[in-house]
């Protein structure tokens, strides 16, 4: 594979793929990896919405190859990226931005059980898809990094959309995973959450009606690039927030320590005594 520069910190770039490319923030992903020196490959369900990512990326001097699919499909998801590995080559970034939440704010009891299926379909075993067509290819080639998309609804309770709540507390679950088993191999997961981005999705939440403070899609980037480049490997298997977190407090933080427990899905001790501390 020809290596690439990533312009914006001067590293060598590789492959990225970004599930949940054609709007949004994986759109923003997409497009940013691109301008960085990323060759991306995108997938989403929006056909025509990926083409145009291609042209963007393409005017700008890029390189971006789309292939639709649906991720909550394992035997498309294995296809789809067997076709972008065949053009682009060997993953070296997998972004599972793809996901989707509950439309009504309600209770867990009230709550329609075929969006709940929904839910837990695209942000978990959607995931998970990707992770067995693309985590061997990394392991095999020495390794690779994972980001997956997080949320605060993953360590925080909600009154509503436990549905989503519960995906994205399963989807840092695998994560840790990701990194327990594949730190020897080279492989790293890392959570970003990117705080509350202007998209349709939130602005179709009640929650965020009268919200005047939005996330930079531009935050969120830099945390990814910062991860793609390997400069926030100490913060694998944990908790990173766009907006709030930047690539350099993050990196001090490391530099001074960072505590087991720090940042990632866990139960707190209730003192000392506890026998499950």
């Known amino acids: 594979m020809a290596e690439r520069t990533d312009r914006s910190g001067g590293a060598p770039a590789g492959v990225a793929l970004v599930t949940g490319a054609s709007r949004g923030i994986g759109r923003e992903l997409a497009a940013g990896l691109a301008r960085a020196g990323w060759a991306v490959g995108a997938l989403a369900r929006d056909a025509v919405a990926l083409d145009e990512l291609v042209e963007e990326v393409t005017a700008a001097g890029g390189r971006a190859v789309a292939t639709p699919v649906d991720v909550t499909d394992a035997g498309a998801v294995a296809a789809a990226v067997r076709a972008l590995e065949s053009e682009l080559g060997g993953t070296d970034l997998l972004v599972n931005c793809a996901g989707r939440i509950e439309a009504d704010e309600v209770p867990p009891w009230e709550a329609d059980l075929e969006e709940v299926r929904r839910v837990i379909e695209a942000n978990v075993l959607g995931p998970f898809h990707l992770v067995r067509a693309v ?51 080279g492989l790293l997961a890392f959570e970003v959450a990117p705080g509350v981005v202007r998209t349709a999705m939130t602005e179709g939440m009640a929650t965020h009606a009268e919200r005047t403070e939005w996330t930079e899609p531009a935050d969120v980037l830099a945390l990814v690039l910062a991860v793609a480049r390997g400069e926030l490997d100490a913060w694998a298997g944990r908790l990173v927030r766009a907006g709030t ?33």
């Open 135 to 185: 985590v061997p290819g990394m392991v095999a080639r020495g390794g690779g990094r994972v980001v997956d998309l997080s949320s605060g609804a993953a360590h925080k309770d909600s009154p509503v959309h436990a549905a989503y709540g519960a995906s994205k507390a399963a989807l840092f679950r695998l994560g840790g995973a990701l990194t327990a088993a594949g730190r020897e191999h």
């Open 245 to 277: 977190d930047t690539p350099a407090s993050l990196a001090a933080a490391a530099r001074a320590g960072l505590a087991p427990r720090a940042r990632v899905l866990d139960v707190l001790p209730h003192g000392p005594d506890d026998p499950l501390a």
